[in-house]
Protein backbone atom coordinates (compact mmCIF):
# COMPACT_ATOMS: atom_id res chain seq x y z
CA UNK A 1 0.00 0.00 0.00
CA UNK A 2 1.17 3.52 -0.93
CA UNK A 3 1.97 5.74 1.94
CA UNK A 4 -0.88 8.31 -0.07
CA UNK A 5 -3.55 5.43 0.14
CA UNK A 6 -2.59 4.82 3.58
CA UNK A 7 -2.87 7.90 4.72
CA UNK A 8 -6.15 8.88 3.11
CA UNK A 9 -7.60 5.87 4.22
CA UNK A 10 -6.18 6.77 8.37
CA UNK A 11 -7.78 10.48 7.78
CA UNK A 12 -11.27 8.70 7.71
CA UNK A 13 -10.56 6.92 10.92
CA UNK A 14 -9.23 10.11 12.43
CA UNK A 15 -11.68 12.20 11.92
CA UNK A 16 -13.61 9.80 13.65
CA UNK A 17 -11.52 9.30 16.54
CA UNK A 18 -11.14 13.77 16.94
CA UNK A 19 -15.08 13.46 16.49
CA UNK A 20 -15.46 11.03 19.62
CA UNK A 21 -13.20 13.31 21.78
CA UNK A 22 -12.67 16.73 23.77
CA UNK A 23 -15.07 19.07 24.25
CA UNK A 24 -17.30 19.12 21.22
CA UNK A 25 -17.85 23.23 21.63
CA UNK A 26 -13.99 23.68 20.99
CA UNK A 27 -13.42 23.06 17.56
CA UNK A 28 -10.30 20.52 16.98
CA UNK A 29 -7.43 20.32 14.51
CA UNK A 30 -10.01 18.41 11.68
CA UNK A 31 -12.57 21.32 11.87
CA UNK A 32 -13.11 22.61 8.93
CA UNK A 33 -12.69 26.46 10.14
CA UNK A 34 -9.42 25.39 12.03
CA UNK A 35 -8.58 23.48 8.72
CA UNK A 36 -9.10 26.48 6.19
CA UNK A 37 -7.06 29.06 8.56
CA UNK A 38 -4.21 26.03 8.88
CA UNK A 39 -4.31 25.58 5.13
CA UNK A 40 -3.92 29.26 3.91
CA UNK A 41 -1.11 29.91 6.60
CA UNK A 42 0.58 27.05 4.98
CA UNK A 43 1.45 29.06 2.03
CA UNK A 44 1.97 27.69 -1.25
CA UNK A 45 5.63 28.20 -2.52
CA UNK A 46 6.16 26.14 -5.61
CA UNK A 47 9.65 26.44 -5.27
CA UNK A 48 10.37 24.95 -1.76
CA UNK A 49 7.69 22.27 -2.64
CA UNK A 50 9.12 20.82 -5.36
CA UNK A 51 12.60 21.80 -4.33
CA UNK A 52 15.74 18.76 -5.32
CA UNK A 53 15.34 15.62 -3.32
CA UNK A 54 17.70 12.58 -3.47
CA UNK A 55 15.79 10.52 -5.88
CA UNK A 56 17.64 9.06 -9.27
CA UNK A 57 18.95 10.68 -11.86
CA UNK A 58 16.12 11.63 -15.05
CA UNK A 59 16.73 12.51 -18.31
CA UNK A 60 15.48 16.03 -18.61
CA UNK A 61 12.13 16.70 -20.57
CA UNK A 62 11.25 20.03 -22.62
CA UNK A 63 8.12 20.98 -24.29
CA UNK A 64 7.41 23.80 -26.40
CA UNK A 65 4.35 25.65 -24.69
CA UNK A 66 1.90 28.30 -25.72
CA UNK A 67 1.11 31.05 -23.39
CA UNK A 68 -2.72 29.39 -22.75
CA UNK A 69 -0.71 25.94 -22.67
CA UNK A 70 2.00 27.47 -20.14
CA UNK A 71 -0.69 29.33 -18.05
CA UNK A 72 -2.59 25.85 -17.88
CA UNK A 73 0.81 24.32 -16.78
CA UNK A 74 1.24 26.33 -13.84
CA UNK A 75 -2.26 26.03 -12.45
CA UNK A 76 -1.85 22.34 -12.20
CA UNK A 77 1.54 22.89 -10.78
CA UNK A 78 -0.17 24.55 -7.88
CA UNK A 79 -2.89 22.21 -7.33
CA UNK A 80 -0.27 19.09 -7.23
CA UNK A 81 1.78 21.31 -4.78
CA UNK A 82 -1.66 21.69 -2.75
CA UNK A 83 -2.15 18.40 -2.47
CA UNK A 84 1.40 17.81 -1.22
CA UNK A 85 0.91 20.22 1.59
CA UNK A 86 -1.93 18.23 2.66
CA UNK A 87 -1.36 18.33 6.45
CA UNK A 88 -1.00 15.13 8.59
CA UNK A 89 -3.70 14.68 11.17
CA UNK A 90 -3.20 15.50 15.13
CA UNK A 91 -4.69 13.43 17.01
CA UNK A 92 -4.82 12.79 21.20
CA UNK A 93 -2.39 9.77 21.83
CA UNK A 94 -4.28 6.25 21.61
CA UNK A 95 -4.70 4.71 24.67
CA UNK A 96 -3.03 1.24 25.47
CA UNK A 97 -4.59 -2.08 24.59
CA UNK A 98 -4.43 -5.38 26.19
CA UNK A 99 -8.13 -6.84 27.37
CA UNK A 100 -7.30 -10.36 28.68
CA UNK A 101 -10.50 -11.91 26.72
CA UNK A 102 -10.04 -15.43 27.88
CA UNK A 103 -7.68 -17.52 30.56
CA UNK A 104 -7.56 -21.29 29.78
CA UNK A 105 -5.10 -22.97 32.17
CA UNK A 106 -5.52 -25.95 29.93
CA UNK A 107 -3.75 -24.33 27.30
CA UNK A 108 -0.48 -23.40 29.87
CA UNK A 109 2.30 -24.30 28.69
CA UNK A 110 1.53 -25.49 25.40
CA UNK A 111 4.28 -24.21 23.83
CA UNK A 112 7.97 -25.52 24.79
CA UNK A 113 9.36 -22.82 23.71
CA UNK A 114 6.55 -20.41 25.36
CA UNK A 115 6.45 -18.41 21.92
CA UNK A 116 3.06 -16.36 21.94
CA UNK A 117 0.74 -17.27 18.99
CA UNK A 118 -0.54 -14.21 16.98
CA UNK A 119 -3.74 -14.46 14.94
CA UNK A 120 -4.59 -11.77 12.34
CA UNK A 121 -7.73 -11.38 10.50
CA UNK A 122 -6.49 -10.47 7.08
CA UNK A 123 -9.73 -9.62 5.13
CA UNK A 124 -8.79 -7.12 2.75
CA UNK A 125 -12.20 -4.74 3.11
CA UNK A 126 -10.91 -4.22 6.95
CA UNK A 127 -9.45 -0.99 7.73
CA UNK A 128 -6.01 -1.74 9.99
CA UNK A 129 -7.47 -0.18 12.85
CA UNK A 130 -10.43 -2.44 13.07
CA UNK A 131 -8.42 -5.50 12.39
CA UNK A 132 -9.05 -8.02 14.99
CA UNK A 133 -5.46 -9.58 16.08
CA UNK A 134 -5.58 -11.81 19.31
CA UNK A 135 -2.46 -12.78 20.94
CA UNK A 136 -2.57 -16.74 23.13
CA UNK A 137 0.11 -16.29 25.72
CA UNK A 138 2.14 -19.21 26.91
CA UNK A 139 0.30 -19.64 29.91
CA UNK A 140 -3.11 -19.67 28.10
CA UNK A 141 -4.22 -16.17 28.19
CA UNK A 142 -5.74 -14.90 25.76
CA UNK A 143 -5.33 -11.11 24.87
CA UNK A 144 -5.66 -8.22 22.27
CA UNK A 145 -2.80 -7.48 20.36
CA UNK A 146 -0.81 -4.40 22.27
CA UNK A 147 -0.29 -1.26 19.43
CA UNK A 148 3.30 -2.30 18.92
CA UNK A 149 2.25 -5.69 18.26
CA UNK A 150 -0.84 -4.88 16.31
CA UNK A 151 1.65 -2.52 14.09
CA UNK A 152 3.97 -5.05 13.22
CA UNK A 153 1.37 -7.48 11.74
CA UNK A 154 -0.13 -4.96 9.94
CA UNK A 155 2.99 -4.13 8.38
CA UNK A 156 3.52 -7.98 7.48
CA UNK A 157 0.07 -8.58 5.64
CA UNK A 158 -0.32 -4.93 4.73
CA UNK A 159 3.12 -3.32 4.20
CA UNK A 160 2.88 0.67 3.59
CA UNK A 161 5.44 1.78 1.73
CA UNK A 162 8.89 3.16 3.25
CA UNK A 163 7.70 2.15 6.54
CA UNK A 164 9.65 -0.55 8.41
CA UNK A 165 8.95 -3.66 10.22
CA UNK A 166 10.97 -2.82 12.89
CA UNK A 167 11.29 0.45 14.50
CA UNK A 168 13.88 2.47 13.67
CA UNK A 169 16.69 3.38 16.09
CA UNK A 170 16.07 6.90 15.98
CA UNK A 171 12.74 6.25 17.81
CA UNK A 172 14.15 3.73 20.84
CA UNK A 173 13.67 4.66 24.32
CA UNK A 174 17.04 3.22 25.53
CA UNK A 175 18.73 5.07 22.25
CA UNK A 176 17.26 8.22 23.47
CA UNK A 177 20.14 9.89 25.18
CA UNK A 178 22.14 9.17 22.41
CA UNK A 179 18.91 10.53 19.77
CA UNK A 180 18.68 13.47 21.85
CA UNK A 181 22.08 14.63 20.48
CA UNK A 182 21.91 13.36 17.06
CA UNK A 183 18.62 15.63 16.85
CA UNK A 184 20.38 18.83 18.07
CA UNK A 185 22.52 17.76 15.23
CA UNK A 186 19.72 17.53 12.94
CA UNK A 187 17.70 20.31 14.09
CA UNK A 188 21.04 22.49 14.12
CA UNK A 189 21.22 21.95 10.32
CA UNK A 190 17.91 23.17 9.78
CA UNK A 191 16.67 19.72 8.55
CA UNK A 192 13.11 19.72 11.35
CA UNK A 193 10.91 18.60 8.13
CA UNK A 194 13.12 15.50 7.63
CA UNK A 195 12.59 14.30 10.73
CA UNK A 196 8.84 14.88 10.35
CA UNK A 197 8.76 13.67 7.81
CA UNK A 198 10.33 10.18 8.70
CA UNK A 199 7.79 10.32 12.05
CA UNK A 200 4.93 10.54 9.53
CA UNK A 201 6.07 7.09 7.20
CA UNK A 202 7.02 5.16 10.43
CA UNK A 203 4.03 5.79 12.65
CA UNK A 204 0.46 6.39 13.15
CA UNK A 205 -0.09 10.37 13.97
CA UNK A 206 -1.90 8.83 17.50
CA UNK A 207 1.23 6.84 18.59
CA UNK A 208 3.29 7.89 21.13
CA UNK A 209 6.68 8.18 18.77
CA UNK A 210 4.48 10.13 16.41
CA UNK A 211 3.65 12.63 19.03
CA UNK A 212 7.16 12.90 20.70
CA UNK A 213 9.02 13.60 17.59
CA UNK A 214 6.34 16.18 16.45
CA UNK A 215 6.46 17.90 20.10
CA UNK A 216 10.17 17.89 20.05
CA UNK A 217 10.76 19.17 16.66
CA UNK A 218 8.34 21.84 17.30
CA UNK A 219 9.56 22.91 20.92
CA UNK A 220 13.00 23.16 18.97
CA UNK A 221 11.43 25.46 16.29
CA UNK A 222 10.10 27.76 19.06
CA UNK A 223 12.97 27.38 21.33
CA UNK A 224 15.37 28.90 17.88
CA UNK A 225 12.72 31.21 16.36
CA UNK A 226 13.20 29.36 12.66
CA UNK A 227 9.73 28.69 12.66
CA UNK A 228 10.16 29.52 8.61
CA UNK A 229 11.50 26.32 8.42
CA UNK A 230 8.26 24.48 8.09
CA UNK A 231 6.70 27.43 5.89
CA UNK A 232 4.96 25.80 2.67
CA UNK A 233 5.48 22.38 3.93
CA UNK A 234 3.10 20.28 4.91
CA UNK A 235 4.33 20.01 8.69
CA UNK A 236 3.53 24.25 8.72
CA UNK A 237 -0.26 23.73 9.93
CA UNK A 238 0.06 21.09 12.79
CA UNK A 239 3.18 23.21 14.30
CA UNK A 240 1.15 26.52 14.25
CA UNK A 241 -2.18 24.45 15.78
CA UNK A 242 0.22 22.87 18.23
CA UNK A 243 1.72 26.48 19.60
CA UNK A 244 -2.04 27.65 19.38
CA UNK A 245 -3.33 25.01 21.33
CA UNK A 246 -0.74 26.14 24.33
CA UNK A 247 -1.04 29.91 23.94
CA UNK A 248 2.59 30.25 22.69
CA UNK A 249 2.43 32.29 19.73
CA UNK A 250 4.17 35.11 20.71
CA UNK A 251 7.26 34.03 18.74
CA UNK A 252 5.37 32.93 15.80
CA UNK A 253 3.60 36.13 15.55
CA UNK A 254 6.64 38.36 15.26
CA UNK A 255 8.24 35.57 12.60
CA UNK A 256 5.13 36.48 10.48
CA UNK A 257 5.27 40.00 10.62
CA UNK A 258 8.81 40.43 10.12
CA UNK A 259 8.46 38.51 7.02
CA UNK A 260 5.60 41.02 5.90
CA UNK A 261 2.61 38.48 6.04
CA UNK A 262 -0.20 40.60 7.65
CA UNK A 263 -2.48 38.77 6.02
CA UNK A 264 -1.28 35.12 8.31
CA UNK A 265 -0.72 37.38 11.26
CA UNK A 266 -4.96 37.98 10.96
CA UNK A 267 -5.43 34.33 10.20
CA UNK A 268 -3.24 33.30 13.59
CA UNK A 269 -4.69 35.60 15.87
CA UNK A 270 -8.25 34.30 14.23
CA UNK A 271 -7.03 31.03 15.07
CA UNK A 272 -6.43 32.01 18.71
CA UNK A 273 -9.81 33.23 19.56
CA UNK A 274 -11.06 30.30 17.64
CA UNK A 275 -9.69 27.55 19.99
CA UNK A 276 -9.81 30.00 23.40
CA UNK A 277 -13.00 32.13 22.32
CA UNK A 278 -13.01 32.73 26.25
CA UNK A 279 -9.84 34.40 26.70
CA UNK A 280 -10.16 38.19 27.63
CA UNK A 281 -8.71 39.21 23.99
CA UNK A 282 -10.85 37.41 22.33
CA UNK A 283 -14.22 38.56 23.98
CA UNK A 284 -13.48 42.10 23.83
CA UNK A 285 -12.17 41.49 20.02
CA UNK A 286 -15.55 39.99 19.11
CA UNK A 287 -17.44 42.48 20.81
CA UNK A 288 -15.53 45.19 18.80
CA UNK A 289 -15.98 42.89 15.59
CA UNK A 290 -12.88 44.34 14.10
CA UNK A 291 -11.25 42.60 11.47
CA UNK A 292 -7.61 42.54 9.01
CA UNK A 293 -4.96 44.89 10.53
CA UNK A 294 -7.35 46.20 13.31
CA UNK A 295 -8.09 42.84 14.72
CA UNK A 296 -4.32 42.50 14.37
CA UNK A 297 -3.27 45.98 16.46
CA UNK A 298 -6.07 45.05 18.73
CA UNK A 299 -4.54 41.63 19.98
CA UNK A 300 -1.44 42.88 20.16
CA UNK A 301 -2.05 46.24 22.64
CA UNK A 302 -3.80 43.78 24.80
CA UNK A 303 -1.91 40.78 25.29
CA UNK A 304 1.09 41.29 22.85
CA UNK A 305 4.33 40.84 22.27
CA UNK A 306 4.62 44.67 22.95
CA UNK A 307 7.78 44.96 20.51
CA UNK A 308 5.35 43.23 17.81
CA UNK A 309 3.96 46.78 17.86
CA UNK A 310 6.87 48.52 16.61
CA UNK A 311 5.84 47.17 13.27
CA UNK A 312 2.65 49.41 13.09
CA UNK A 313 4.64 52.08 13.81
CA UNK A 314 7.07 51.67 11.01
CA UNK A 315 3.42 51.51 8.53
CA UNK A 316 2.15 54.15 10.44
CA UNK A 317 5.79 56.08 8.96
CA UNK A 318 5.72 54.95 5.87
CA UNK A 319 1.84 55.38 5.39
CA UNK A 320 2.20 59.09 6.15
CA UNK A 321 5.68 59.60 4.21
CA UNK A 322 3.28 58.40 1.04
CA UNK A 323 0.79 60.99 2.44
CA UNK A 324 3.16 63.79 2.41
Known sequence: MSLGRFQSRFLTVARRLCNKSGNS????????????????????????????RKEPLRVPRYQLMSEEQLTKAEEDTIERAKKLLRMPPV?????????????????????????????????????NRDRKIVVREANGVLRQATWGERDNMNQIYFPVEGRKLHMPALFLPEN??????LLQVVFAQGRHEYMLDVANIQCDPDSEDYIKVHHETYEDIEKRGCHDVLYSTRHYGGMVYYLV????????????LD??????????????????PNTDVAIKCKQK????????????????????????????????????
Request: proline content about 2%; hydrophobic content about 40%.
Open 25 to 52: AVPRFLDRHVQALLGEMTGVDVDKVFSP
Open 91 to 127: LDQRKEIGEILEDDQLLDGHDKDEAKLVFTDISLDVH
Open 176 to 181: MQVVFV
Open 245 to 256: KQQRTDKLLINI
Open 259 to 276: ADRMDDAERLIRLCHLLH
Open 289 to 324: AVSGIDLVEMHLRLQGPQKALKYFEELDKRTEGIES
